[in-house]
């Protein structure tokens, strides 16, 4: 009879635990609870290699050393046992009430929602079409598709699975190579974990305790940077090597034309503009009717309408100068000393009569002394003597509120308004009916997911919602897309309600798990043997962030970004005041980290995800080496935001600084 691998899993997990217990005996006089701490650290990471499940192994280790951390000391058996379960659940509720962790489920719904929309299939036709005169525009049509749906979703597995079922027997059919095919898509899938709204950053934010704001606004250019990075990658194989990503055929670059243009003399070379506007003029539109032709024209002239709508926002911004009234300004001399002597534990108080009741309010032009006035100082004297009378100050405010004036717009607008008018007119030169019928597929696929993404992203990073509040907005409008593309049947939204509880409720678990382990590791000291372990090398900035990088980037290897964001951030984070790295640059850094971390052999989890749904031919050791480059320019992108934080830190300091 075969024993189940489940339980040799249980089996070896019991004899790590026995060996744990017998040096814990054998050694008592010889370790320290620092000691004990590594020990329960290392455990836990073996545990989870051998393929228990994280948040309880995280939970049970935690209150086992818990346990003997107070027992080891004074306390009792029972002492310690009732210490250890008031710590599991101090450190749950604390969890509980976390309000970051609520946008987790709503981000996480809204991906599922728009994943099962069907948009991708749309979505890298249309670019696929757009940038067909691109070198290599099939892989360069995949990495802007993968970075647009991962911003959608946010799910690693779900776009590596998606794009390796649509755009890798394409790009095959096209003569791709099957690396440089494998290794776009796995390194655009993974760009989800970097590029907000990344769930991510959400879990480092909460555990490092940054603001999840600021780690969107300072993710977005190292996310674009990334992206890139990746095309400029690709477009240069192409170009250096053909056979690579040889260009499309004229047959797949084919679009045919919809009937009723195609009866006013539309060819796909056409300018489309001039010859619509001659259809409406001419007498050969029979057959086709005004109101369609006007519709065609309508979308024609989407981009000068939004043109001339940006520009002239932009310009009444560039020439009214609203005047900006200080806090002093809108006070009325004195106000300050009467607030303050009214304000009675941090609320201000009625007036009060010298018998306990309410004083009559002043009459005439006569001020109320507070009572023990006469013992104040001259100078608080003259204050009060400079109050005005509200009723006779608010006119005078009034009058006084100046207005707005205007200014010549600078020449920097004027040179932007110049240089988007030679791009509008050379879009319109180059519009054929073929760019057209292109320009409605993106319309109806790229641009909605992108309105979608700049509401959520725009409300956050320019602060009209909290995370939360945006994640709601988001899950609104997956909700709607996914009504408007006619998918939201009950099945859809009864299997993304079971995902979206599944993921957050595993999330949650893991930090819950992670409190009371982190918890556990402070009571035995092994944070404080860390520290002095680190500091005791005498190390600069710069060689602590390549030696805490390096281990990030081994970590990945075996465990997930979850594990190693719960687990190992506790313990990196309270050492960088001691070398003056910011927390919001490091999470940054960590994050570009754990992307490489997905694409590093032998345990990648982007790889297996390709190969399940590859064809046989496809090889899991031809994925691993077209991932290889990939790799490469992820710690290009590393040392670039390292030698240049303003990439990363540019934006939130001109937002929130």
């Avoid at 259809?279 to 009717?289: F, I």
């Avoid at 099945?491 to 893991?510: G, P, Q, R």
Wanted: glycine share 8%; proline share 6%.
């Amino acid at each position: 009879m075969k024993i189940r691998k489940e339980l040799w899993f249980g089996f070896a997990l019991m004899a790590l635990i026995g060996s744990a217990a017998l040096t814990m005996v054998l050694s008592v006089d010889t370790m320290t609870n620092g000691h004990y701490g590594l020990l329960m650290l290392s455990l836990v990471v073996v545990a989870i290699m051998l393929g228990f499940p994280t948040a309880f192994t995280l939970m049970g280790m935690g209150m086992m050393f818990a346990f003997f951390a107070y027992h080891s000391g004074t306390q009792t058996a029972g002492g310690a046992m009732q210490q250890t379960l008031d710590l599991m659940v101090q450190r749950a509720f604390s969890v509980m009430g976390n309000d970051v962790l609520i946008s987790i489920p709503l981000f996480v719904f809204m991906g599922y929602l728009v994943e099962r929309a069907n948009l991708i299939d749309k979505l890298f036709r249309s670019l696929h079409l757009a940038l067909a005169r691109v070198p290599g525009s099939l892989g360069v049509a995949t990495l802007v598709t993968c970075a647009v749906f991962a911003t959608a979703t946010g799910i690693v597995g779900a776009v590596v699975t998606l794009m390796g079922l649509l755009a890798l027997p394409q790009m095959l059919r096209a003569g791709y190579d099957v690396r440089l095919s494998a290794g776009v898509i796995t390194a655009g899938g993974c760009l989800g974990i970097l590029i907000p709204p990344s769930v991510l950053l959400i879990v480092y934010g909460a555990t490092a305790g940054v603001s999840v704001v600021q780690l969107y606004a300072g993710a977005f250019f190292p996310g674009i940077m990334l992206a890139g990075l990746y095309i400029v990658y690709v477009i240069v194989m192409a170009k250096i090597k053909p056979a690579w990503a040889p260009p499309l055929t004229a047959a797949q670059r084919f679009v045919p034309l919809p009937a009723p243009l195609k009866a006013i003399g539309a060819t796909g070379e056409g300018s489309a503009v001039p010859k619509l506007i001659k259809a409406l003029n001419g007498k050969r539109n029979q057959d086709v009717s005004t109101k369609y032709l006007l519709s065609q024209l309508g979308i024609a002239l989407l981009p000068a309408l939004l043109f001339a709508a940006v520009a002239f926002a932009s310009y009444q911004s560039a020439t009214t100068v609203v005047p900006v009234e200080t806090y002093e300004e809108l006070q009325p001399m004195g106000a300050g000393s009467d607030v303050e002597e009214n304000t009675n534990e941090g609320g201000l108080s009625e007036p009060k009569s010298e018998d306990g009741g309410l004083a009559e309010p002043p009459s005439g032009d006569a001020v109320a002394e507070p009572p023990g006035a006469e013992k104040e100082a001259p100078a608080a004297g003259a204050q009060a003597n400079a109050v005005t009378e509200p009723a006779a100050a608010a006119p005078a405010a009034q009058a006084a509120e100046p207005a707005a004036t205007t200014k010549p717009a600078s020449m920097s607008f004027w040179i932007g308004l110049a240089v988007g008018l030679l791009a509008l007119v050379i879009f319109y030169a180059i519009l054929s009916f073929t760019r057209l019928e292109v320009f409605k597929m993106l319309l109806s696929s790229f641009f909605p997911l992108l309105v979608l993404i700049l509401a959520v992203l725009g409300s956050i990073v320019f602060g009209l919602a909290t995370p939360t509040e945006a994640a709601a907005v988001g899950a609104f409008g997956g909700f709607l897309l996914a009504a408007a593309y006619r998918q939201l049947t009950f099945s859809v939204v009864k299997e993304s309600v079971f995902l979206t509880a599944k993921t957050s409720a595993m999330v949650c678990w893991l930090f819950v798990g992670s409190a009371i382990f982190s918890a556990a590791f402070a009571l035995l000291g092994g944070q404080e043997l860390v520290e002095t372990w680190v500091l005791s090398m005498n190390l600069s900035k710069t060689e602590f962030l390549i030696l805490s990088q390096v281990l990030i980037f081994i970590l990945g290897w075996p465990l997930e970004w979850t594990e190693i964001i719960v687990i190992f951030m506790p313990i990196f984070i309270p050492l960088l005041d001691n070398f003056g790295v910011d927390p919001l640059f490091f999470g940054l850094l960590v994050a570009l980290n754990l992307q490489t971390a997905f694409l590093s052999p032998p345990v990648a989890m982007a790889a297996f995800y390709l190969k399940g749904v590859s064809p046989k031919h496809v090889t899991l050791n031809q994925i691993f080496a077209g991932m290889l480059p990939f790799m490469g320019i992820q710690v290009l992108a590393i040392v670039l935001l390292y030698q240049f934080p303003a990439i990363g830190l540019w934006l939130p300091q001109v937002l929130y600084r």
